[in-house]
C-alpha cells in the first residue's frame, strides 16, 4: 500500500488549500487516518483524524475550526481542507494510515499509523 499526497502550495495568510491523500490498494476502507505536519526544525504533530466509515473525527486544537478531514472511500482518498490558513500552519503535512486492527476509532499519535505518503509543503505567507 502507497499513500500519495497533493495540494500543497503557497497562499496567502486567510486563504484556502484542500490537500489529498489517494492510497493504492483495495483496503483503504479498513484503515484509520490522519494527517501530520512538520514544521522546518520542529517534530511532526498530529493534525486530524478520521475513523475508517467516516463517522468520527478528531482534530489538534490550533487547527480546530479551520481545517475539515473527510474521506471517500470509493476514491481511496482522504482530504484536509484547510480554510483561514496562518502563517503558524506553514510545514510539510503528511497522511497516515493504520492499516493494522485497532480498537479505537480514530488515532492521534504517530506511532498508531504504520504507513506514511511523502509529504506535500505547505507555505502561508503573512
Known amino acids: 500500500v502507497q499513500l500519495q499526497a497533493s495540494g500543497g502550495g503557497l497562499v496567502q495568510a486567510g486563504g484556502s488549500l484542500r490537500l489529498s491523500c489517494a492510497a493504492s490498494g483495495r483496503t483503504f476502507d479498513s484503515y484509520v487516518m490522519g494527517w501530520f505536519r512538520q514544521a522546518s526544525g520542529k517534530e511532526r504533530v498530529f493534525v486530524a483524524t478520521i475513523s475508517r466509515a467516516a463517522t468520527v473525527t478528531d482534530y489538534a486544537a490550533s487547527v480546530k475550526g479551520r481545517f475539515t478531514i473527510s474521506r471517500d472511500n470509493a476514491k481511496n482518498t482522504v482530504y484536509l481542507q484547510m480554510n483561514s490558513l496562518k502563517p503558524e500552519d506553514t510545514a510539510v503535512y503528511f497522511c497516515?494510515?493504520?492499516?493494522?486492527?485497532?480498537?479505537?476509532?480514530?488515532?492521534?499519535?504517530?506511532?498508531?499509523?504504520?504507513?506514511w505518503g511523502q509529504g506535500t509543503q505547505v507555505t502561508v505567507s503573512s
Open positions: 497516515a494510515a493504520r492499516s493494522r486492527a485497532v480498537t479505537g476509532m480514530v488515532l492521534t499519535t504517530s506511532p498508531d499509523y504504520d504507513l
